[in-house]
């Protein structure tokens, strides 16, 4: 056998024989390894992706992909952020590692950016609680140095309330994407003035026995439950003399009695009383006042 080669000055992968030559290696996972090892490094690309269309199908692929887990050539390793939550990241090496990498959890606050490697097939694998949205750096947009946009401390807590709602209530459960598309409108009820437990109170009382769509039930009561735009009223400023509340809008200063402009108010008369009647209540005053009329049961008797 004959063994001819071409010089090449792009477009080629550097490999290993022990790759080539691993005779516990199944054709398939030699090949697949190679077909790893071929694309960019940090690429968004998935061995789900990647072996979408080969001859293979997606059975032998599968046994491939172990094949290359237990050999060492691919590492899996978990990752929890700071709020609890698991994500998984994909390595592809040229070399078996003996020891796989540790689970790595980042320390509350520190903000880690993740990044979207290779992975084996995932089929219907979910995360079991929503992610809470947070800021966060694309994988495309890491080397022009790009930040992501910031987010208002309410949107924050109201993703963080929204994705808690399933501890309370299991049919509540949100995916990220509706956590995302609901918190805007949760985070007006926090900037409002509802607390988190009002939210949660208001959300999840009251509902019915069977739930198909717990984002548009959510948003139904979010939208139609919004408490009202909280009333500012203005206080008053005393007068500087006589202590009465001045005018809305006069901020210090006197009021006009004091100031001399207007005249000083009179005693005003009750509401509904003729000028006769308290013409009679004056006179009855004055006679009391005398001597000459006692009070009774029954109303004034003459001594």
């Not at 949660?200 to 919004?226: F, H, V």
């Amino acid at each position: 056998m004959q063994v001819k080669r071409t010089k090449h000055t792009s477009g080629f992968t550097v490999l290993p024989n022990a790759i080539l030559q691993h005779s516990e290696l199944s054709l398939t996972a030699r090949g697949l390894l190679c077909l790893l090892l071929s694309q960019p490094e940090h690429t968004a690309e998935t061995i789900k992706s990647l072996t979408a269309d080969v001859a293979e199908g997606n059975a032998r692929v599968t046994k491939a992909t172990k094949e290359l887990q237990a050999a060492g050539y691919i590492v899996v390793t978990n990752h929890q952020n700071e709020r609890g939550h698991w994500s998984k990241a994909v390595a592809v090496y040229d070399v078996p590692q003996a020891v796989a990498p540790k689970d790595e959890t980042p320390k509350a606050g520190r903000l880690r950016a993740r990044i979207s490697g290779l992975e084996p097939l995932r089929g219907k694998n979910q995360e079991k609680n929503p992610p809470v949205p947070q800021p966060s750096v694309a994988v495309e947009d890491m080397g022009r140095g790009e930040e992501a946009p910031q987010q208002s401390e309410e949107f924050g807590r109201a993703a963080a309330a929204l994705g808690r709602l399933s501890d309370a209530v299991p049919s509540l459960k949100l995916s990220a994407s509706d956590v995302l598309k609901l918190a805007p409108v949760a985070a007006e009820w926090l900037a409002r003035g509802a607390s988190e437990l009002q939210l949660r109170n208001e959300l999840t009382e009251g509902l019915p026995a069977t739930i198909k769509s717990p984002r548009a039930l959510l948003a139904d009561r979010l939208t139609r439950k919004m408490p009202p735009v909280p009333v500012v009223v203005e206080k008053l400023t005393e007068c500087g003399e006589c202590g009465t509340y001045l005018p809305r809008g006069q901020k210090a200063g006197i009021c006009s009695q004091c100031a001399g402009v207007a005249p000083a108010a009179s005693e005003p008369t009750p509401v509904g009383q003729s000028d006769e009647a308290a013409s009679l209540l004056d006179a009855i005053r004055q006679r009391r006042s005398a001597g000459t009329v006692k009070g009774s049961r029954r109303g004034f008797a003459t001594a």
